[in-house]
């Protein structure tokens, strides 16, 4: 079976401090590969989203960048992180040219930014 | 473009009755339909979908979900209430701007008392 892993699970860092968020999948080969942001626990917002190894696409221009440097490693990175950048983020999988489109979420990383 | 609305923000349920959260869908061709539960600090769990058949879907924990093409909704349902169903639920519609992307409701917060 297949699962998604997130770490760390919680990360304090104060402002102007870099990031590293490391995701990755097990079970499966050439997935999709998705960084949401959820703020205040509520709304879903896709940061970025990848079909393949180097392929990445920003959905909302900000600090943060995503790299995938193997086929089931996704990565969000930051240089410099803004108090706006608190919140929990979201690692997702989803096949590849699938039939139905769902996805599977890791148990996420909570980012507080000080 | 493809968007799901969940009009409530809250939910409240005595334990034993019948649950009822709302979703409705804005589509421009056939509706992938999904819900997805969350419980708190933890990633987003798949219930269920609907692709295409029974308008009735039946997924995990005893949920089941209406598919109504005339009223263009979705709504989750639950025959008798727990307590452990208290969680934040989410709605969401497949993207068909071409690449395999989920777009998500606002969630609504159910909350199931004793």
């Known amino acids: 079976s297949q699962t998604i892993h997130q770490w760390p699970a919680t990360l304090v860092q104060p402002v102007g401090s870099p990031l590293s968020l490391e995701c990755t999948v097990e079970?499966?080969?050439?997935?999709?590969l998705y960084w949401y942001r959820q703020a205040a626990g509520r709304g879903l917002q896709l940061l970025f989203y990848?079909?393949?190894?180097?392929?990445i696409s920003s959905e909302v221009p900000q600090n943060l960048s995503a790299s995938r440097p193997q086929d089931r490693q996704f990565i969000l990175s930051s240089k410099k992180l803004l108090l706006s950048d608190s919140g929990f983020y979201l690692c997702a999988w989803s096949v590849q040219a699938g039939v139905s489109y769902e996805q599977y979420f890791g148990p996420g990383t909570r980012l507080t930014v000080t | 473009a493809q968007s799901v609305a969940q009009p409530e923000d809250q939910v409240n349920v005595a334990e034993g009755n019948p649950l009822t959260v709302k979703c409705t869908y804005s589509?421009?061709?056939?509706?992938?339909l999904f819900w997805y539960v969350q419980y708190p600090n933890r990633g987003l769990q798949f219930l269920l979908k609907y692709i295409t058949g029974d308008n009735l879907v039946k997924g995990s924990y005893g949920f089941e979900a209406e598919f109504n093409k005339s009223q263009t909704s979705f709504h989750l349902k639950k025959p008798s209430a727990l307590v452990s169903d208290s969680a934040l639920y989410f709605c969401a519609v497949r993207d068909l701007t071409g690449f395999q992307k989920l777009v998500f409701g606002t969630g609504t917060r159910l909350l199931v008392s004793p």
């Open positions: 589509v421009s061709g056939n509706p992938y």
């Open positions: 990848s079909v393949g190894i180097g392929q």
């Open positions: 079970g499966t080969s050439n997935p999709n």
